[in-house]
């Protein structure tokens, strides 16, 4: 983990400069989030990079407890934060591997373009539900690597950087298994779009409100 969250502090400058590649897919994801918030919500984002989309979402909760592993993405996400005037998203340095999750606490969790940078994206989707009340929801945007030719390719050479601790290593899977790892853990799938192909694939995914498993 060290040599991961030190290759995001060293691109944290030009990862907040970047412009957002689909504005439009951005926008209407941000619209599906919201259709699913509601003012008294608890949420956790985990990866949130420099906080731009718990930023944008922070006035339509409760609170965001928004936590990544680069400090410097987190200082970028609190000077925005300071600078749009908004007190209830918290940013923490922390792992999702580390965060406790022996009690639901939150009504919602974000985890947008990480589930691929997992060693275990099957854990954290388990943990994500142990976390979550009855009822809430998962938000996540995911590239599926093993779905595209020129992602796979790509991989291929993030992975000889990777061996350097140069860069992350990415995680492969497909679409379909990705909602397969989702609907293992528990979840009900709300919602599930995919802008383009090639895309990330973005889906809401709900606890049971019912009865569920612990
Ligand atoms: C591709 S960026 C995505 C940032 C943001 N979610 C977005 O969509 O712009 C991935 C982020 O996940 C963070 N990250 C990587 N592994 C993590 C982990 N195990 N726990 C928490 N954050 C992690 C990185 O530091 C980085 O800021």
Not at 131 to 160: E, N, Q, W, Y
Not at 187 to 213: D, L, M, Y
Request: proline share 6%; net charge positive.
């Amino acid at each position: 983990m060290p040599s991961a969250s030190k290759f995001w502090d060293r691109i944290a400058e030009r990862y907040a400069r970047q412009p957002i590649a689909d504005e439009a897919a951005y926008q209407k994801k941000l619209q599906l989030t919201r259709e699913h918030f509601t003012p008294d919500m608890r949420v956790l984002e985990f990866g949130c990079g420099t906080g731009s989309t718990a930023l944008v979402l922070a006035p339509h909760v409760a609170h965001i407890h928004a936590i990544d592993i680069s400090p410097k993405m987190l200082d970028i996400a609190r000077q925005k934060a300071a600078a749009n005037h908004i007190d209830n998203v918290t940013f923490e340095l922390a792992s999702i591997d580390a965060l406790d999750a022996t009690e639901p606490r939150f009504n919602a969790v974000m985890g947008h373009s990480i589930l691929h940078l997992l060693d275990n994206k099957d854990e954290t989707i388990a943990k994500v539900y142990r976390l979550l009340t009855p009822g809430g929801v998962f938000v996540s945007s995911t590239m599926c690597i093993a779905d595209s030719f020129k992602m796979r390719m790509i991989k291929a050479v993030v992975s000889v950087g990777a061996l350097f601790g140069l860069l992350p290593q990415l995680r492969a899977f497909t679409q379909k298994a990705l909602l397969n790892s989702f609907t293992t853990a528990g979840f009900e799938i709300a919602h599930q779009w995919q802008p383009k192909p090639n895309s990330a694939v973005f889906i809401i995914a709900r606890k049971p409100a019912g009865p569920t498993r612990p």
